[in-house]
């Protein structure tokens, strides 16, 4: 007999329950699972896309800076906008020895120059002016510091100058032809040196207006501008003379010497001696011993003469005493002229020029600014001494018999 399958019994009720329990576990962990892959790619997506259109709004701009960064920037707009607005008021004038990047308040406007004139205008005075080249002398009084006119000023503002007369020897006082040969002209310049006597030139045309000069300091010009500058334009710039005149008063004591060179004429005479002569043309006969080949003179082989400035004699002053002094320039042949007179003091450490020479201060009495020449002139040393003129007897006060030194 074969037995029936058994019977199979039906799950139980807890068993049921747990299997829908372990189902619905999985799909719950499932579903979490999804969302938070969704979720991950949304942040994502919403993080690239605010970051993207983040930087399209600032495009075309610098990053972001820093917290420090933006600290220091901070603090340089406030100094720059604190400089601008007090920029206005200042009154003191800003200076530094390094560079800088601060931005200083702009400049008043400045009234416009005319061009330079090509040409010596007439003597001293007012905005005489000269620019051979580069070079301009120009200005008033001569005073604080203003450049002086080649030739002298107009007046004698006071004193403070040598008095210098424009003699043309080509003429007679009366303006006709004096007949004087020009290898006459060395030996007429001789005679007067021996006695410094202006009647020697009495029977010459002189200039009727002198000028009055603070200094010697003529870089090569056209021998033109002699004449012109006394306002004789209408002489022939040959075979003229300029005769200086005056008394000097020296700031310090000491052993001093004239260096300076004249073409054609330079003679210097100090205290009733003649203390410098040098030139083509020597009048005195008494060459310096020594010269200096100066920086900035053009010696050439055909000029033997021309050795440089020459070094003039010792002469021993006191500070505070007058001192008459002379000098005498002139144009022989015509063309080109020039003349400087300079100051050396024995004992003085000057600094030197390229080829070891002293680098001398100008014969000045009176400060005056002297630009440095486009043309031929020897360097010079801005700083230097500056001794007193006393004022010419007209000028003097009434007391007869007094002179009075203007310190």
Not at 79 to 89: R, V
Not at 254 to 275: E, K
Request: net charge positive; with cysteine.
């Amino acid at each position: 007999m074969i037995d029936a399958p058994a019977e199979v019994a039906p799950p139980s009720p807890a068993k049921r329950r747990w299997s829908w329990r372990q189902f619905g576990a999985k799909f719950l962990i499932i579903s979490i699972a999804v969302h938070v892959f969704f979720g991950m790619g949304a942040a994502v997506y919403v993080v690239q896309k605010h970051q993207a259109a983040r930087k399209l709004t600032f495009k075309g701009g610098p990053p972001s800076p820093n917290p420090s960064t933006r600290a220091i920037e901070h603090k340089v707009q406030m100094a720059k906008k604190q400089s601008s607005m007090s920029a206005p008021q200042m009154a003191k004038r800003i200076t530094t020895t390094g560079l800088s990047k601060v931005t200083l308040p702009d400049m008043p406007a400045m009234p416009k120059l005319a061009s330079a004139p090509t040409k010596m205008a007439g003597a001293g005075g007012t905005d005489v002016s000269f620019n051979p080249g580069g070079f301009t002398a120009s200005g008033g009084s001569g005073a604080g510091g203003a450049a002086v006119p080649f030739f002298g000023f107009r007046e004698s503002k006071g004193g403070g100058s040598l008095a210098g007369k424009f003699y043309d020897l080509k003429q007679t006082k009366e303006g006709k032809p004096s007949n004087l040969d020009e290898k006459d002209y060395p030996k007429e310049l001789s005679d007067f040196v021996r006695g410094w006597n202006e009647s020697h030139f009495a029977k010459y045309f002189v200039g009727p207006n002198p000028l009055y000069t603070t200094q010697i300091f003529i870089p090569k010009i056209n021998a033109d501008q002699g004449p012109r500058a006394f306002n004789l334009s209408r002489v022939q710039p040959r075979m003229w003379v300029v005769h200086y005149k005056g008394n000097v008063v020296p700031p310090e004591s000491g052993t001093y010497r004239f260096v300076g060179m004249g073409d054609d004429v330079l003679v210097v005479r100090f205290n009733g001696q003649v203390v410098l002569d040098c030139g083509p043309n020597m009048p005195s006969g008494k060459e310096p011993r020594s010269f200096y080949a100066t920086e900035g003179l053009q010696m050439k082989s055909d000029m033997p003469w021309y050795k440089g400035l020459g070094r003039g004699d010792a002469f021993q002053v006191t500070a505070g005493e007058s001192y008459p002094m002379e000098v005498l320039i002139g144009e022989w042949p015509g063309g080109d002229f020039k003349a400087w007179l300079l100051l050396e003091k024995d004992g003085v450490q000057y600094p030197k020029d390229g080829k070891g020479n002293p680098i001398l201060p100008i014969f000045k009495l009176a400060a005056s600014d002297v630009p440095k020449p486009a043309v031929e002139a020897p360097v010079f040393a801005k700083e230097g001494p500056v001794w007193k003129a006393e004022r010419p007897k007209a000028d003097a006060s009434p007391s007869p018999g007094t002179r009075t030194a203007e310190r």
